[in-house]
């Protein structure tokens, strides 16, 4: 993050000034158009739609000639109906065929290739898709660039994990009289729904991993950040046989719960909350049945202990709490403090939060961004409004002003159970902080949290971290040591306990997730071995094989 002198108080006229006037949006960053999408992906086909449509409209809100603001219109897209979900899922069901259609029964190294082809496709397509990824949900230009690059970075690292896995799977194993080979197949029709806070990276992480292992997919983009996928659908449509790739538009709530009582999708895979999860989950007949794939809410604990490094401490709850605003899963959302530091923390925390460059998203070396969900502003200030009832205060100054999409980052302190912030998943530029006097008060919160992702230590006492971690290793999925939360590198698993996760993601986990091991078994006879070399020489099976993929 880069750091600026913010020399004046921070108030909601310091705000309004940071909104352009619509001649001031730079050029080079500006949409060569509003985009107003008509189309959707079903079956091979891309199909227009005449329905009704959805305004997108971008956190950046633009200064009118009679003073007001509002937010910029960038384009629409299709609200269909369950009718057409329903077709789009049949299309989903006949290209999978109960296991027998083109895709999921294509070779792996003809599967590597159409998801290569259709990536070449969606590099073509970077500079629209960033730009569309920058207005939509407010990200900053920067890392809307590595948002981007990191999806191509892990596409080309899933096709290496799969040539990989299927390298060691290109063999025959014997064992107590028996031969057989051991491959992995794919589960089904899947229905991915992706967040919006990463709404390319995020969403292809899982949808690409149970693609190319030979699942069908039906995909719903997230609300916020739909636009983004419409330069990609050709793409999909050139690069996969009709109906593995099919796209659904409208609103969740009308069209997916039909989906799901279908009975006929075998994977859920969302990143979103536990409750709608759950809802999805129960809808489904034969719960046995379906495969679960979730990233869902956390509430991630820093714990400074008197042993931190207070420099070190705030750097990294600066970098976790505020990343793209604090929308993140993995962001720090509560911070523990021992009592004997808090006081000196607080000052270098409101310091440091001081400093960060705060600004439309395009601005180079900006940290602080507007929020895209309209509803945003009012419900931080409804977590800071009932904070301050209970007794806490803004510390930092200038903390917790708003003008229209933009909220500026409050540190609320001392927060106590009786708040919001000391339970709910705030998901925006709040920094809840709070004094303990015995290690066992924040461990306490851990245990008996409904969350349990990950959780961040920072001390320099080596005793003190090995007390910490062996506990907390089975409360949350991963302990990080005088760093903050974050999910990569893409190669470590990336899961959660208790309400935060369902399965787990990595380059080689997701390809796991979206597949089921199988095998195919003889008894070791002669007869048996002259079938199997005739299978494997003529190459007629694309299971029973040993290509070696290189």
């Known amino acids: ?75 629409t897209y299709p609200v269909c109906t369950e009718k057409e979900a329903m077709e789009a899922l049949d299309a989903a069901v006949e290209a999978y065929d109960n296991g027998r259609g083109e895709w999921p029964t294509m070779g792996v190294d003809d599967r590597i290739r159409c998801v290569d082809h259709f990536t070449q496709k969606m590099i073509a397509q970077k500079d629209i898709v960033v730009k569309l990824i920058m207005w939509e949900i407010g990200k900053s230009y920067a ?7 990191r999806t191509v970075e892990y596409i080309y690292a899933t096709i290496d994990a799969l040539k990989n896995i299927d390298r060691q799977s290109s063999r025959f194993e014997i064992e107590q009289g028996i031969v057989a080979q051991v491959r992995r197949s794919p589960l089904g029709v899947v229905l991915c729904m992706g967040p919006f806070n990463y709404p390319l990276n995020e969403t292809l992480t899982t949808f690409i991993p149970a693609l190319i292992m030979g699942n069908t997919i039906l995909f719903k983009p997230p609300k916020h950040g739909t636009l983004l996928f419409y330069p990609l659908l050709q793409a999909f449509q050139e690069s996969f046989p009709a109906g593995v790739v099919n796209t659904i538009y409208g609103r969740g709530h009308a069209i997916v719960p039909a989906l799901m009582q279908s009975g006929k999708i075998n994977v859920l895979t969302l990143i979103g909350s536990s409750k709608v999860a759950d809802e999805l989950k129960k809808l489904h007949p ?22 931190a490094d207070l420099k070190q ?13 604090g929308q993140r899963c993995t962001a720090l959302k509560i911070v523990f403090v021992h009592r004997s530091k808090v006081d000196e923390f607080l000052e270098r925390l409101s310091q440091a939060i001081s400093q960060l460059k705060f600004g439309m998203p395009w601005e180079k070396g900006v940290a602080l961004t507007p929020l895209p969900e309209p509803h945003k502003p009012a419900y931080l200030k409804e977590c800071i409004d009932d904070a301050i009832a209970h007794g806490a205060q803004v510390v930092n100054e200038g903390g917790g002003t708003a003008f229209e999409s933009f909220v500026y980052p409050a540190v609320v302190y001392p927060v106590t159970p009786e708040m919001k912030l000391y339970r709910e998943e705030q998901f925006g530029p709040i920094i809840p902080v709070l004094a303990f006097d015995d290690i066992e008060e924040p461990i306490q919160y851990l245990i008996n949290s409904t969350h349990g992702q990950q959780v961040s230590l920072f001390s320099n006492d080596h005793e003190e971290l090995s007390s910490l971690i062996d506990p907390l290793v089975n409360q949350v999925s991963r302990v990080n040591i005088n760093c903050q939360c974050q999910r990569g590198p893409d190669v470590f698993p990336f899961t959660g306990r208790k309400d935060s996760a369902e399965g787990t993601l990595s380059v080689v986990d997701a390809l796991r997730s979206f597949s089921i091991r199988s095998l195919v078994a003889t008894k070791l006879n002669e007869n048996n071995k002259q079938l199997l070399n005739q299978i494997v020489s003529d190459g007629t099976s694309n299971f029973l094989s040993t290509k070696f993929i290189f």
């Open 313 to 325: 401490a705030v750097e990294e709850t600066v970098l976790g709490s505020l990343s793209f605003n």
């Open 286 to 307: 034969k719960v046995n049945r379906l495969r679960a794939i979730l990233g869902l809410d956390a509430k991630n604990a820093a714990i400074i202990t008197q042993n």
């Open 143 to 149: 890392d809307s660039v590595k948002e981007f690059d």
């Open 1 to 75: 993050m880069e750091v600026t002198d913010n020399l004046e108080l921070v108030t909601e006229d310091t705000l309004r000034q940071i909104f352009p006037r619509e001649e001031q949006i730079p050029a080079e960053y500006a949409l060569p158009q509003e985009i107003h999408q008509r189309e959707y992906l079903s079956n091979g086909s891309m199909k227009t739609w005449q329905g009704p449509t959805h305004e997108v409209y971008s956190p950046v809100a633009v200064a009118l000639p009679d003073g007001t603001y509002q937010r910029k219109l960038i384009g």
